[in-house]
């Protein structure tokens, strides 16, 4: 394992990362959006822009933060880990197989 995988799974510190984006998917579920969607949302909400800015901000920080600790942190390897993470999450909050989303006009 990595030296900074130990250190944020250690520490935890990617718990508010991993929990925004989890509210994000869940929003993306009840928008009723399917995963084609989501390479080019057919709606924006006002929540769904709040939380990607959240969103990056975070990574961000916890990026900043790892690079304080471990000079020679590979992005890319970052990444990764992040991905594993959120394919977790993407796991136990599937959005829909079939387009179901309402056409209001929101």
């Known amino acids: 394992m990595k030296p900074f995988i130990k250190y944020i799974e250690s520490l935890e510190s990617d718990s ?3 929990s925004i984006y989890k509210e994000l998917r869940e929003e993306f579920q009840q928008l009723g959006f399917t995963e ?3 390479e080019n949302p057919p709606k924006y909400t006002h929540n769904m822009m709040k939380l990607y800015d959240e969103f990056g ?11 304080s600790f471990f000079n020679d942190i590979d992005i ?8 594993s993470k959120m394919e977790l999450i993407n796991k136990i909050t599937p959005l829909s197989k079939h387009n179901k989303r309402k056409n209001n006009g929101d």
């Not at 920080?61 to 790892?66: C, I, P, S, Y």
């Not at 890319?76 to 991905?83: A, R, T, V």
């Open 16 to 18: 508010k990362l991993l």
């Open 76 to 83: 890319n390897d970052f990444n990764d880990y992040i991905m």
């Open 36 to 38: 084609k969607d989501l």
């Open 57 to 67: 901000v975070e990574k961000n920080k916890l990026l900043k933060e790892l690079k």
